[in-house]
């Protein structure tokens, strides 16, 4: 084949649907197919030629690993953590190494391959999205010439099924198998998005394409991995990679605990991480008895996923052993701080399969106070508040990842409805970031799940303050790891007031404004019903963890302390509920599971969302009310 260089690469004024349209004639792939596999990559957006976490560029995802390892960054904020009780201390952060990239799929090469397919260079293919097309629509012809399979941008899209299995890179059938179908199920349903760029993309619809699915075995690839053991899924490849349960001297072991889940305790939660390392750091991590464990981790580049625990025991992963007992953990392959790090379709569309399956199995509403970022996760005790994580961040898409998991965050009322649900739109909401890769310089604009709150209703006031993480006097600020004065899609907060295009909520015991304008709204009309303190109470306390009171204790288990946090409730406001529970604790401090103790209490609790954190307060303290009521 020609090279294109003339052609594509540095076009003024190409349109990408239009590079996508040229790279089908040229290299003779269905337009169909190549946009397919596309947005399944990257959703069709450039991400500023920057790389995603396992080093791929452009709207294709051609991986060019050591260039994206070049400039690899340390991280300011780690992963996972460890039980977060007064029982156990944290475990040390995470910190980011630069990838082994030789356990990670052949995919890694895929922008070399390109180059020499096109004739393109290798920074052309990275920072031209036209040439980065053309690179792609190489790739798959030239697979799908190597599979004796037709040619032709009218070709029929069913016969390109092992052309584009082969593009996921994955090494195992399960996988590339998984990547395939998503990619067709888009070809079939459509699709129509404005990318990052701000450029306008669509998919036609091709509802009777049946693709050629025995393709699969000319690729040569490995068998899938024995699922047998798994809680996953029919439509995600996930494979069992167990977490040891191992006791190594004076009493101590790890990396999780034993039980038998949902028949102890209900599971309520499912907390979403990112690893802060690469793919080959965190199995490592995982499999090391000394270290945490969490249940699942699913990779970025194809979506595949690995399972650690059973969802029947509890994983060290969350940093409030309140909320260990009574969730199940999903890393994500990923850096929050990392100014290139992006996640694929692959990633989105394979955690929200297996996140909507556990949902249904252990009924967890899939709603935003029961599927929690680990940035949502409250300190247990006032002194852990500090020190809690903030992954996945503002950049992971809450909004897109409910739409994949079959919930869109939609209007649920009218303006008189008395809450709104965080909503804006991804790509165009960039708020101002900093301390991405070293302190106070400002990260890459791109988008954010988050919205930024403060004291008044203009961009020039203070940021809202947050006593627990920031103390009486210090000040929230910009700083990408900062949720002080943060509020992300799906979190719901009672309204508090209005002006212009403003509009202030309640939030950590205070009013906090943002810019909600009418014609780009960042919040969406709710209803539901609200906790406020009761009448004649001036304030109440709020909690980091629902634990039960003294006397439900048994002798031989010592009473764990129902301690406040530094913040206030005050009279007259409004909080979000999220579920209601009685104070429940879980006993696991040795090895020997047969005395592992789940003691309960008559005491019970109101979830509320209280700021970027959920928290918890006395269902005596309160009373309940519709949030059009107030």
């Known amino acids: 084949m020609a090279p294109v260089a003339s052609a594509v690469a540095g076009q003024d004024g190409l349109t990408l649907q239009q590079a996508f349209a040229d790279a089908a004639e040229r290299y003779q792939v269905p337009e169909s197919v190549l946009l397919g596999v596309s947005y399944l990559e990257s959703r069709w957006d450039t991400h500023q030629g920057l790389p995603s976490?396992?080093?791929?560029?452009?709207?294709?995802?051609?991986?060019?690993?050591?260039?994206a390892l070049a400039d690899f960054p340390q991280p300011g904020d780690g992963g996972d953590d460890a039980r977060g009780d007064s029982e156990r201390p944290l475990a040390t952060t995470v910190t980011a190494t630069a990838p082994d990239t030789s356990g990670l799929p052949a995919s890694l090469t895929t922008l070399d391959r390109a180059a020499g397919l096109t004739g393109l260079s290798a920074e052309s293919l990275r920072e031209d999205p036209s040439a980065n097309v053309a690179g792609g629509a190489a790739l798959l012809a030239a697979t799908q010439k190597s599979l004796d399979q037709p040619l032709g941008p009218s070709s029929d899209p069913a016969d390109w099924y092992g052309a584009v299995a082969a593009y996921s890179g994955a090494d195992d059938t399960a996988t590339?198998?998984?990547?395939?179908?998503?990619?067709?199920?888009?070809?079939?349903?459509?699709?129509?998005?404005?990318?990052?760029?701000?450029?306008?993309?669509?998919?036609?619809?091709?509802?009777?394409?049946?693709?050629?699915?025995?393709?699969?075995?000319?690729?040569?690839?490995?068998?899938?991995?024995?699922?047998?053991?798994?809680?996953?899924?029919?439509?995600?490849?996930?494979?069992?990679?167990?977490?040891?349960?191992e006791e190594f001297g004076d009493g101590d072991y790890g990396n999780h605990d034993l039980a038998d889940r949902p028949n102890d305790q209900k599971i309520d939660y499912i907390v979403i991480h990112d690893t802060e390392g690469s793919w080959d750091t965190a199995l490592k991590l995982v499999q090391d008895p000394t270290y945490l464990a969490w249940h699942y981790t699913v990779r970025s580049a194809d979506g595949h996923i690995d399972q650690h625990l059973k969802t029947k025991d509890v994983g060290w992963h969350a940093g409030n052993?309140?909320?260990?007992?009574?969730?199940?953990?999903?890393e994500h392959e990923g850096i929050l701080t990392d100014p290139g790090t992006w996640y694929t379709e692959a990633m989105y569309r394979s955690s929200a399969r297996l996140v909507r399956y556990l949902a249904d199995k252990y009924g967890i509403p899939l709603d935003r106070q029961h599927i929690l970022g680990h940035d949502n996760v409250p300190g247990p005790v006032t002194?852990?508040?500090?020190?809690?994580?903030?992954?996945?961040?503002?950049?992971?898409?809450?909004?897109?990842?409910?739409?994949?998991?079959g919930v869109p965050l939609r209007a649920t009322a009218g303006p008189s409805g008395g809450l709104v649900t965080i909503r804006p739109d991804y790509e165009t909401n960039q708020p101002l970031y900093t301390g991405c890769v070293t302190a106070g310089d400002t990260c890459p604009a791109r988008g954010s799940a988050a919205v930024r709150l403060y004291t008044e209703p203009r961009e020039d006031a203070p940021l809202v303050q947050d006593i627990g993480l920031h103390g009486t006097t210090g000040a929230s600020t910009t700083g990408v790891n900062d949720t002080g004065a943060r509020a992300s899609t799906g979190q719901q907060y009672a309204v508090a007031g209005r002006?212009?295009?403003?509009?202030?909520?309640?939030?950590?015991?205070?009013k906090a404004w943002f810019h909600n304008p009418k014609a780009h709204p960042t919040a969406v009309n709710a209803k539901g019903l609200v906790i406020t303190p009761k009448e004649g109470l001036t304030d109440i306390p709020v909690y980091g963890r629902a634990y039960p009171e003294a006397a439900?204790?048994?002798s031989t288990v010592p009473v764990?302390?129902?301690?406040?946090?530094?913040?206030?409730?005050?009279?007259?406001?409004?909080?979000?509920?999220?579920l209601k529970t009685q104070g429940e604790y879980f006993r696991a401090v040795t090895f020997d599971a047969s005395q592992h103790v789940v003691v309960r209490g008559a005491q019970e609790y109101y979830e509320i969302q209280f700021g970027h954190r959920i928290a918890y307060v006395k269902a005596d303290?309160?009373?309940?009310?519709?949030?059009?009521?107030?």
């Open 321 to 330: 052993w309140y909320v260990n007992a009574k969730s199940i953990g999903v």
């Open 552 to 554: 439900a204790y048994p």
């Open 621 to 630: 303290d309160v009373t309940v009310q519709r949030s059009q009521d107030c």
């Open 560 to 578: 764990q302390a129902v301690s406040a946090l530094s913040y206030k409730l005050l009279a007259g406001q409004h909080y979000v509920i999220g």
């Open 383 to 405: 002194s852990y508040i500090s020190g809690m994580h903030t992954d996945p961040g503002p950049y992971w898409d809450w909004a897109h990842y409910f739409e994949l998991m």
């Open 499 to 510: 002006d212009g295009d403003w509009t202030a909520i309640w939030y950590l015991g205070q």
């Open 176 to 245: 590339a198998a998984a990547f395939a179908d998503d990619v067709f199920g888009v070809v079939r349903g459509g699709e129509t998005r404005t990318t990052d760029t701000g450029q306008r993309i669509a998919l036609a619809a091709e509802p009777d394409v049946a693709p050629d699915t025995g393709q699969l075995p000319g690729l040569a690839l490995k068998a899938a991995a024995d699922d047998s053991q798994t809680e996953c899924p029919d439509d995600v490849a996930c494979e069992w990679l167990p977490a040891p349960y």
């Open 53 to 67: 976490v396992t080093g791929g560029y452009g709207p294709m995802h051609l991986t060019d690993a050591a260039t």
